[in-house]
């Protein structure tokens, strides 16, 4: 798609208005003064005015469609839309790059939590866990409501790899070992190898 020039937009935007609201008002006042005065040469150049301004209307709308505003980013940034009733993180974002050590910061449901704590994991792009570690709480966790956490793992990535792919593994403390009870969220990141 060709980007149009602000101007060109501008241009358009403005011939836009100018059609919703003189368009009508134009029409009633040239019909009353042909009427009025028999003038028929006013109905003609009311009409080729109407139709020169009625296509540069339709030239703008059709050829500088306006782009889609992106939402605001607030903080913490929900990662998965499918989880973050339960899990939402302020760093590290899907997809970034990350280095040992490493901080994860963000909240988590009350209930996530036992004892103000749950485990976090860290893998290769082949699911080898490379780094392990404790999320605690840094607000009062016995609630159902969000609590922060903040969590620092050490991991070692492989440099020969053959991919840099791996994922943050956020799991549900789960001190009764039912299957019932299991949850986790996995946030892919991409792994740096050390220096």
């Known amino acids: 798609m060709v980007e149009a020039s602000p101007v060109l937009t501008a241009l358009a935007g403005i011939l836009s208005v100018a059609f919703t609201l003189s368009a009508p008002l134009s029409l009633i006042v040239g019909l009353y003064a042909g009427f009025r005065h028999k003038e028929w040469a006013v109905f003609r150049m009311l009409g080729i005015a109407y139709l020169v301004t009625l296509a540069l209307f339709l030239l703008g709308e059709f050829s500088f469609p306006s782009e889609p505003s992106e939402p605001p980013v607030s903080a913490p940034v929900e990662l998965t839309t499918e989880r ?39 893998v290769d792009w082949d699911g080898r866990i490379i780094g392990e570690g404790i999320a605690r709480a840094t607000g009062d966790w016995m609630t159902e409501e969000f609590v922060p956490f903040e ?45």
Do not use: M
């Not at 993180?89 to 749950?118: D, K, M, N, Q, Y």
């Not at 070992?177 to 792994?191: C, K, M, R, Y």
């Open 151 to 195: 969590a620092t793992l050490t991991f070692a990535a492989d440099p020969e790899a053959y991919s840099g792919r791996g994922a943050i593994i956020l799991k549900k403390d789960n001190p009764s070992g039912l299957p019932a009870n299991d949850d986790s969220v996995e946030i892919p990141v991409t792994l740096a190898s050390a220096p």
């Open 84 to 122: 973050s009733d339960v899990i939402r993180l302020e760093t590290p974002r899907t997809g970034e790059t990350v280095r040992s050590p490493l901080t994860i910061r963000g909240e988590a449901h009350g209930t996530w939590f036992f004892e103000a704590s749950f485990p976090v994991t860290i």
